[in-house]
């Protein structure tokens, strides 16, 4: 940023790996807003392919953006924190790299955050798109959540959310700063998004104007063993418990949200109900890492 220059209204993070393929079109859709005032991290993930090269010759014609490129893959959590922890505007949104956007994206959100102090994240209407980019069909999120306390909002995203697209909204980027960081875990932007509604109303933008892409390469397609070690390159193969752990994440986001006592009893005996509803896909879980655990035994015992 130049010396001097007051920081801008927007930061935009995104983080890409091996994204070659439809980078430069996102990019370009991100360039094309007709809200201007933002700077951009493209946040790259050591790449192998042409991402690089896409990257830094669009950051090279635009003084908005800046390409960051780790060393080695931190995996996909960590590199969604890349942007935040660089971002100096007064909103933030993540962007992904194969998902382009409407011009009026910005300009759309962030006049309602303007507008309404108590909104802590403004998203527009979807519409999901091939490989190719046609039209498959329009996508109801679902997560319009005007509702004054926090327990409404919250039980609403839990019984509602599908697709996390409301999570490449608009938010406000203090707020971003006093929950839990992207996780490193599966299916992380579903706690983040219910982390939120303790902080403010999410509020949908009728405008269609976020194109979610589904193609051979996305994370969608990838195996239970696959998503684990893009999320968390480290970490060895195991069975992942994500019904305990989004329960598990969900308990401390509402204890250390700034919340009264009887908004927290209200969501502890909700997050309580789930548990009891989902009891088997949980008793699963627990089955299947005490099955692994005992093939890892079996495998290390000696012989004779």
Known sequence: MTLGRS???????????????????TLQSIAAQTFGDFELFICDNASTDATAEIARAFAAEDPRARYLRHATNIGFGRNFRSGLERATGQYFKWATHD??????FLARCVDVLDR???VVLAYPRTKLIDAAGAIISEYDNRLHLPYATAPERFEALVRRLRLCNAQLGVIRTDVLRQIAPYGTYVAS????????TLYGKFWEVPEFLFFRRFHDGDSRQMSSAEIQAYYEPSRSARVYMKAWRHIWEHLLA????P???????????????????????LAGEVGAA????????????PLG
């Open 116 to 118: 309404d102090p108590s």
């Open 254 to 257: 509402v204890n250390r949200a």
């Open 290 to 301: 005490l099955r692994q655990w005992l093939r890892g035994q079996a495998t290390e015992a």
């Open 7 to 25: 920081a801008p209204r927007v930061s935009i993070g995104l983080p890409v790996y091996n994204g070659e393929r439809y980078l430069a079109q």
């Open 259 to 281: 919340l009264p006592v009887l908004e927290k009893a209200r969501l502890w005996l909700f997050l309580a109900r789930v548990a009891a509803y989902r009891r088997d896909r």
């Open 99 to 104: 998902d382009p956007l409407g011009p009026e």
């Open 189 to 196: 932007d579903v706690c983040l998004l219910a982390e939120l």
